[in-house]
């Protein structure tokens, strides 16, 4: 199995050291992990060379196992004002697409600047081959078709709808777009079956979301799950609904 969405860094007051995420996730039997360092989301305490730097020493401390975890770019529109070029990003570290977080980072589209950032991005992954994790939810400034021109536009960019919400304009956004998927991270039973009689299973991918699955365990449940059994928990989630899949 691959997941692809895994997360290392700051999480609001957690740190998730990276070598502890990644090792946690291959140890579980996962081939590959497509991750991003969610430290990117606050941009008032960390600049990006740290975020780099962090990569970039998980990569050589996970050793021969690197080849198995894809890092992705979590792009901030903030980054343009401080001057971090894309190409010299993708030139230090082996990235295999972008993370955008459009509720997080404040993606205003009616913003000229911000449009050219967007366009930049895509461009740039449409000619790299690269694959792009979005997140949306139902706040009305990350939904599943906020991005809709872009997916039109960069045809050949594969887009992935992380949570597919709200759900029905994710459903919505893969009827219209061949190059779009969603992924599975925080996804009900009742929304993947949507999808799948809607007629797209083969447009489903894995993803836990992984370790903000165990933030979100603890503020529910009040416990905090070790890493290794709070993995052991998404892995049976992503392996029960790639079965769903599989039998549709
Ligand atoms: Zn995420």
Request: hydrophobic content about 40%.
């Amino acid at each position: 199995m691959i997941d692809t969405h895994i997360h290392i860094g700051q999480f609001k007051d957690r740190y998730y050291d990276p070598l502890e995420v990644l090792t946690t996730v291959f140890e579980a039997g996962i081939k590959e992990a497509f991750f991003s360092s969610i430290t990117a989301s606050d941009t008032a305490t960390f600049t990006y060379s740290a975020i780099e730097r962090e990569i970039s020493e998980v990569l050589s401390a996970l050793g021969t196992s690197s080849d198995r975890a894809k890092p992705l770019l979590w792009y901030v529109p903030e980054y343009a004002k401080q001057g971090i070029n894309i190409e010299k990003a993708f030139k230090n570290l082996p990235y295999c697409g972008f993370k955008i977080h459009p509720l997080e980072n404040k993606w205003d589209l009616s913003d000229k600047n911000t449009v050219a950032i967007a366009n930049e991005i895509f461009e740039y992954a449409q000619q790299n081959n690269l694959f792009v994790l979005i997140h949306t939810g139902n706040s009305g400034v990350d939904a599943a078709n906020k991005f809709n021109d872009f997916f039109r536009k960069y045809s050949r960019v594969k887009f992935a709808l992380a949570h597919a919400r709200p759900l029905a304009q994710a459903i919505d956004m893969l009827s219209k777009y061949p190059n779009v998927c969603v992924d599975t991270a925080f996804l009900s039973l009742e929304s993947l079956n949507e999808i799948i009689n809607a007629g797209f299973a083969s447009r489903i991918l894995l993803g836990s979301d992984f370790p903000v699955t165990q933030y979100f365990h603890h503020q529910i449940s009040k416990e905090w799950r070790t890493l290794k059994k709070q993995y052991e928990e998404d892995a049976k989630q992503m392996k029960l609904y790639n079965e769903i899949i599989k039998r549709s």
